[in-house]
């Protein structure tokens, strides 16, 4: 006998819906079939999508950047990514300038994750790094943290990494097959500490265009992976697509966030201007109709949740306050909300497989982890609630369609009429 049974409803298995029943036990999903079989809980899903449990490949949970802290911590940030369906979060280790470094900061890390009720992962981080660069990627495999994110600005908290390095770091993603992350903006471009209603022409549209232009070459040179993290500009997505489509989806990737969709740079000539300093920054209106123009291209969606409170963020200038915002709970239903069943990829399968988390995670496939979403397509209304730690949320009251019903986690139900009911704690996944 099954210990739970999904009835009825529209199964999402790897690109498909499909009309079945999803069946589980002890905490895997073990069968996928029309017929009815027996099992000790029912849950019916007439007329609701069953989608894998959600991945945040970017997320930033306590992150200390020296005087701030953001004030989401693994435990108030899963919970916050549980009612917005996501089950499987990859987080950041500090950033390291030697190999050394690598194991306190995964330790470190580790330490921390320990709170979370959702499972996690790690990229490895690196600041101005100088040392044996196989030596690293063979060291990062060993602790199961396979891939890398690199920053190409930043210089001034000694966290860029110069092009030579970078065209390096793209010849050994291709002989182990890690991908890199990247932080794209021509640091030559930017303006640090500027009013916050500059703050988009301080670091202007161009400055990441120009950067992913030349990542995209060196990308063609080696053959490496690159994923571009929180990629802003509709114009980056189509100058890779006219110049280098041979490696679009191939050898380059992007991720965006819910906020460069649903926001632009018109919101800091306002007096709340403060509360949407993140960087890169928002961007002009037409840049992005340009993203939404191009979600078919748009790989997957992170949400480089990041949340501070009001009072740290109140501040004149750019350099003195603490760059971020929260949303992992809303990201789902904000980007289906926009762009309907085509967005579901991009928090299940592309994620899971690019990071190496597939068969695990993303599938509704016999043998997965059962973290599943019921998710209601016919719901229409506002977002009401946020369960962030932060004490301002830029999301309520926006409309939208599709609301998570319910959530599990390897089989247990976790999220059931806007309530947590059960607190299960997350595993770490070696990827």
């Keep these: 006998m099954y210990d739970l ?9 790897d690109g498909i819906f499909i009309n ?33 449990g959600f991945i945040d490949p970017h997320v930033h949970f306590e992150l200390n950047s020296g005087k701030y802290t953001s004030v989401d911590d693994f435990e108030s940030g899963s919970i916050s990514a549980l009612f917005g369906g996501v089950t499987t979060i990859i987080d950041f280790l500090d950033p390291i300038s030697k190999l050394e470094e690598l194991e306190y900061a995964f330790k470190n890390r580790l330490f921390s994750a320990k709170k979370s009720y959702v499972d996690y992962s790690f990229h490895t981080t690196l600041g101005n790094f100088s040392g044996d660069l196989s030596a690293l990627f063979k060291e990062i495999k060993e602790f199961g943290t396979k891939s890398v994110k690199v920053f190409t600005a930043y210089s001034s908290s000694n966290r860029r990494t110069n092009d030579k390095l970078m065209f390096e770091l793209f010849k050994l993603s291709k002989i182990h097959k890690i991908p890199i992350l990247i932080h794209a903006e021509n640091e030559d471009m930017i303006v640090e500490n500027v009013p916050i209603k500059m703050h988009s022409k301080a670091r202007p549209e161009i400055s990441e265009i120009s950067e992913i232009i030349k990542i ?26 006219n110049r280098f489509d041979n ?12 906020h460069y969709f649903y926001f632009d740079d018109s919101v800091y000539e306002t007096q709340s201007g403060y509360l949407y300093a993140m960087t890169p920054p928002l961007r002009s209106r037409r840049e992005k109709e340009k993203l939404k123009n191009n979600i078919d291209k748009v790989f997957s969606i992170g949400t480089d949740h990041c949340s501070f409170n009001k009072k740290d963020k109140r501040k004149r200038k750019t350099g003195n306050l603490p760059m971020g915002i929260g ?32 068969p695990q995670k993303g599938t509704l496939l016999p043998g997965a982890d059962a973290d599943i979403v019921i998710f209601d397509p016919n719901y229409k209304g506002i977002i009401k609630e946020s369960h962030t730690k932060s004490d301002y949320d830029l999301y309520l009251g926006i409309q939208i369609k599709g609301k998570i019903e319910k959530v599990f986690k ?16 997350g595993n770490f996944i070696r990827r």
């Design 20 to 52: 079945a029943n999803v069946y589980v036990k002890s905490g895997k999903i073990v069968d996928i079939s029309t017929n009815y079989l027996q099992c000790k809980k029912e849950v019916d899903a007439t007329g609701k999508f069953v989608l894998p």
């Design 410 to 425: 390897n089989g247990a139900l976790i999220i059931e009429d806007d309530k947590l009911v059960r607190k299960n704690k």
């Design 247 to 258: 490696i679009l989806n191939n050898n380059l990737f992007f991720e965006s966030c819910p």
């Design 327 to 358: 949303g992992i709970e809303h990201s789902f239903v904000l980007t289906y909300s926009l762009f309907g069943k085509k967005i579901i990829e991009k928090f299940t399968i592309n994620p899971a497989k690019f990071f190496g988390l597939y």
């Design 5 to 13: 049974g999904i009835l009825n409803g529209k199964l999402y298995l």
């Design 216 to 241: 995209a070459e060196f990308l063609n040179q080696t053959k490496g992976t690159a994923y571009i993290v929180h990629t802003t500009c509709g114009t980056s997505i189509e100058e890779v697509k």
